[in-house]
């Protein structure tokens, strides 16, 4: 035990005075160097601009029909959503909005990222949804037009991030313990 100790003691040894080699070696020719020296070798040193290097353009996401893809998620509710240029229609599951999603709450959540990106009738939505109630679906299609969004303009990304529409809601029912009632609920207490 005592050898391991001291072998790990002498290579950290090592490795210190290694580093303090290569230190000196890096400040020597620094010192002797002339100013021509320096302005030489800043002229070989190729210039990149950081700005050009941040800025990468994001190439939109449109699969053979000219469509974009995306999955989105609320609660239990699993939304496959397809976006696609046209007149603004939504069909979810076969069926148009206004009949699977009849109160006109649900309606307006599901166009609500149409609304922020100011795009009301530009683009169709066909999804398939599963799971859950028909709140956490209307979440998960909107989640999934979001997202679809951004995959075919990446440039609404940012408007449609301010407003939280590409954050998950990761929220879901606790699951239902042994011994317990419900998630937490304990049974009626009865002393007699």
Not at 140 to 155: D, F, M, N, Q, R
């Amino acid at each position: 035990m005592a050898e391991e100790t001291k072998t790990l003691a002498d290579l950290k040894d090592m490795v210190e005075e290694k580093a303090a080699q290569d230190d000196a070696a890096e400040e020597a020719p620094q010192a002797d160097a002339s100013p021509a020296d320096a302005v030489a070798a800043d002229a070989q040193a190729p210039e990149v601009p950081e700005a050009a290097e941040a800025i990468v353009p994001v190439e939109p996401q449109i699969d053979a029909q000219g469509r974009s893809y995306a999955t989105g998620k609320r609660k239990n509710a699993i939304a496959r959503v397809w976006v696609k240029p046209g007149p603004g229609k939504i069909t979810v599951n076969g069926r148009d909005q206004d009949t699977y999603f009849a109160r006109p709450v649900l309606r307006m959540i599901i166009n609500q990222p149409f609304g922020v990106t100011e795009r009301d009738g530009q683009y169709d939505v066909v999804c398939t949804v599963k799971g859950g109630g028909l709140s956490g679906q209307a979440g998960a299609v909107k989640h999934g037009i979001s997202k679809a969004l951004t995959y075919y303009e990446p440039t609404l990304r940012g408007a449609l991030k301010k407003e939280g529409f590409l954050t998950r809601d990761s929220r879901v029912v606790e699951r239902k313990k042994y011994g317990r009632k419900k998630a937490r609920r304990s049974f009626q207490f009865s002393k007699r």
